[in-house]
């Protein structure tokens, strides 16, 4: 029995001990910061510090601003927590630019500086505020923190505040991260919702740039938004960042690009900022660094892209639960519903009183029972008494019950009241009242057309300036090697079968990245990949090394080798598109004394020829022939070849380098991202040889020839045309001179040769566009003029037109500008092409 008491006792010292007290202190201090400080309510979607600082806001409201200081002290009779983060928090309120009309220097979420200190910047709350935050006879009420005030228990939002505003949390052992989103793509969902209408609902930042919503998850965990600041190229050796991914300021954007800069992955001069009313970030190229790999370096090594993860959650009946957008929007649109339907029946109840007393007022007067007061009843109890019943005769007319409190009020009313009063004013005062009554009904029975109204109303008043900032689009996954600059030298020692940057004594091999991986062959046949590294040891002997590009399906290696175990000399063609690194592949037949003759690298397949000799000793007669590679087909490395000889090779030696033997490279063009690629994702641009060229012709008016190189950008909105350069094919541009209003047509053949220039082909002016461009030989255009009865359709032939002329001419007039005019490129189908537009 001891040592069960003892156990009993233990049990009961350690749940009041401070065992017992860590259990229970730690899990109320988690649910307090959960509850009270870091997670906003579902119902109004703000924290306590918030709700507490806009109720004093209102309680000070007179329309006038009022200083920041005044508004924290004002505050702090409701929140326990000092004037710092009450200060803090209204700041943050502040700078959202939607609850609160804001005085001074509020700070600047670009570029992250604060704002002035309280005493000297001044709030009040916004009228859209005052209209969607507040009303007093909805708002469930409790007692503040010191029992001496009121405080509301959430506000009576009707709005999907925290969706528009957006929230981060970290409360003990989870946190939220709801995203802004727009606020009148959030109107505009609600409506939808409201008309039983499907609707998404995606992220808009203050900031502006660029999100890819592909794995936004509607806002739960685990989902995923990546972000992007606008980047522009100002000219070859100038970049501009017009703005900041959420989140980022510019101090830390530049910051990074100089790190990137100092970690070798980008290569600049300067960065300069210029930001002031909109952002501008100016970069300067070092000499010869491509713009288009830089701008694709800077997402990747740079804050100039980064990752987002939400996590939606909220208060939900005091507890924490984790919802998606899409519910947040839902629950939000039913709240508002639900509000607007208690402030319609409190409107009612209000209408219907007031009738019921203007009724009583009238009859009180049209009956002349206020003569009662004129009487000499005992006591006033009587006087009241008297009044109810005269009003007898007329009680059918009303709606309820007159009470003694309805007398007493007409009693007070002041004599000069009686003599002054007009009869017919309180006909059409109780004829108003009826006509709102029958309103407010029809509403509650249409309360779904009544909500719709209402979020309407509300874009219509403040929807003006607050468009979508943040553009939507998918963006192009950046390879880190292949956007990475050569920053670091590599170095071989053939002999040895050593590479490395630090090798810095032997043979300097080329400049690559740290991010490369670098295939080596070696004398013995045997192949590795390996990452760039300080000193890697390969084999003896190594014959050629270069940076490795996977999936290379056109780099052919031709290759020469003598089987160590029969002595027959084999000859193969292989490709190498995919290994595992710092594996080693054996070329060969696999015997350890195997040994390569010959070994050539060609990128496109070539097939040379070569010579080979004999050791004097052999037996064979010919001791001397040619081979050529044309004669193979390529396979892959595994394979071990065709015989060339079953003699002693003692030399073999280029003879006569040999044409292409694949096909040319085709080309398609991806608009989404604007990119070349040889993946099949676009518009197949055809088979390119190696010194083929790219015609692009831009809606601006430019063009520009342009080579194969997959990392360039192009503006994929801005392009008309975008085909294989043949300088012999002519140009036909229909474009507008907005100048003087109408449509010019030329025809020309590109003259210039320069790569990667720009160059105008139309008449220089503003707001002059190209409106149609095609190279093909006998160009018929469609024209449609005109809209409803008054269209006309015609086709004309440009050749009858307009003659072929430099790309500098400003061309012939085709037809009068209108924006009703709609052109589009047909075939030709004979006939003489009348050059007018006909029915």
């Not at 030696?653 to 490279?665: D, H, V």
């Not at 909105?717 to 043949?726: A, G, Q, R, S, V």
Request: glycine residues 6%; neutral net charge.
């Amino acid at each position: 029995m001891s040592a069960a008491k003892n156990k009993a006792e233990e049990v009961q010292n350690n749940v009041s001990g401070l065992y017992g007290q860590y259990r229970t202190w730690f899990l109320d201090y988690a649910s307090y910061v959960i509850l009270e400080r870091a997670v906003p309510a579902l119902e109004d979607g703000l924290k306590p510090v918030q709700r507490r600082i806009l109720h004093a806001m209102k309680e000070m409201d007179d329309g006038r601003f009022n200083k920041v200081a005044n508004i924290i002290g004002q505050a702090m009779q409701y929140h326990p927590h000092g004037d710092a983060s009450i200060g803090d928090a209204l700041v943050n309120l502040g700078q959202k630019d939607l609850l609160i009309d804001t005085q001074g220097n509020w700070g600047d979420v670009r570029t992250g500086d604060d704002a002035a200190a309280p005493r000297y910047i001044e709030a009040r709350l916004s009228k859209f505020a005052l209209e969607v935050a507040f009303n007093a006879k909805t708002t469930e009420w409790q007692l503040s923190y010191d029992g001496r005030k009121n405080e509301p228990v959430t506000l009576p939002m009707k709005f999907p505040l925290l969706l528009a505003q957006g929230a981060d949390g970290i409360a003990v052992g989870l946190s939220t991260k709801i995203l802004p989103h727009n606020f009148c793509e959030l109107i505009e969902a609600s409506v939808k919702y409201l008309r039983g209408k499907r609707f998404e609902l995606f992220p808009d930042f203050q900031t502006g740039g660029m999100i890819d919503v592909a794995d936004y998850n509607q806002g739960k965990r685990g989902g995923k938004v990546k972000v992007r600041a606008h980047i522009e190229e100002i000219d070859k050796k100038t970049l501009a960042i017009k703005s900041v991914p959420y989140g980022v300021t510019t101090t830390q954007l530049m910051e990074s690009v100089v790190k990137a800069n100092d970690q070798g992955k980008i290569k600049i001069k300067k960065v300069t900022d210029n930001t002031a009313a909109d952002v501008e970030i100016q970069i300067d190229l070092a000499p010869g660094i491509s713009p288009d790999i830089t701008i694709d370096a800077l997402y990747k090594f740079t804050d100039c892209e980064t990752s987002i993860s939400p996590n939606a959650c909220v208060i939900v009946d005091m507890k924490p639960q984790f919802m998606t957008v899409t519910d947040l929007l839902k629950l939000s649109v039913d709240k508002t519903k639900d509000l607007l339907e208690q402030e319609l029946r409190i409107k009612l109840s209000e209408l219907q009183e007031k009738w019921h007393y203007t009724s009583l007022e009238k009859i009180f007067f049209e009956e002349k029972i206020y003569k009662e007061l004129e009487k000499k009843y005992e006591t006033w109890d009587k006087v009241i008494e008297g009044i109810d019943k005269a009003f007898v005769p007329f009680k059918k007319q009303l709606k309820r019950d007159i009470t003694r409190e309805d007398i007493v009020k007409l009693t007070e009313k002041p004599v000069r009241r009686i003599y002054r009063l007009d009869i017919n004013e309180l006909n059409e005062q109780i004829k108003a009242l009826e006509a709102e009554i029958k309103q407010v009904k029809y509403d509650l029975n249409n309360l779904v057309d009544f909500a719709v109204a209402y979020y309407e109303n509300l874009l219509k008043k403040y929807g003006k300036g607050r468009e979508r900032k943040t553009e939507i689009k998918q963006f192009e996954v950046i390879e880190a090697k292949h956007v990475a600059i050569a920053n670091t030298r590599l170095y071989v020692n053939r002999e040895e079968g050593f590479i490395g940057t630090g090798l810095k004594k032997d043979e300097f091999a080329f400049e690559c990245s740290d991010l490369d991986d670098i295939i080596v062959f070696a004398k013995r046949g045997i192949m590795k990949v390996v990452k760039v590294a300080d000193k890697t040891f390969i084999g003896k002997d190594i014959l050629h090394l270069a940076i490795f590009q996977k999936n290379d399906e056109r780099t052919t290696y031709n290759m020469i080798y003598a089987d160590g175990k029969g002595g027959v000399s084999y000859a193969k063609r292989f490709n190498v598109t995919g290994v595992t690194r710092d594996k080693e592949y054996d070329l060969t037949k696999g015997d350890e004394h195997s040994k390569v003759h010959y070994l050539s690298v060609n990128p496109n397949g070539e097939a040379e020829s070569v010579k080979i000799t004999l050791t004097p000793g052999c037996s064979a007669h010919k001791k001397e022939f040619d081979f050529t590679f044309e004669e193979l087909a390529i396979k892959g490395r595994s394979s071990m070849g065709n015989q060339v000889t079953k003699y002693p090779i003692k030399s073999v030696k280029f003879k006569e380098a040999g044409k292409a033997t694949l096909s040319g490279r085709k080309l398609w063009f991806d608009d989404k991202f604007g990119r070349l690629n040889s993946d099949s994702k676009g518009l197949l641009l055809g088979s390119f040889e190696a010194d083929d060229r790219l015609i692009v012709l831009y809606k601006d008016g430019n063009y520009e020839i342009t080579d194969q190189e997959m990392t360039q950008r192009f503006d994929a909105e801005n392009i008309l045309l975008i085909e294989k350069f043949d300088p012999e094919k002519i140009v036909t541009a229909v474009y507008a001179d907005m100048e003087k209003k109408q449509y010019m047509v030329k025809r020309f053949k590109i003259e210039t040769t320069t790569l990667r220039n720009k160059f105008m082909y139309i008449k220089d002016g503003d707001g002059n566009y190209v409106e149609a461009v095609t190279t093909d030989p006998e160009p018929i255009l469609h024209v449609q003029q005109g809209r409803g009865a008054q269209i006309r359709k015609g086709k004309m032939k440009i050749t009858k037109i307009a003659e072929v002329t430099g790309y500098r001419t400003v061309g012939t007039k085709m037809i009068d500008y209108s924006k009703s005019v709609e052109m589009e490129w047909v075939k030709a189908k004979g006939g003489d092409g009348q050059p007018e537009l006909f029915e």
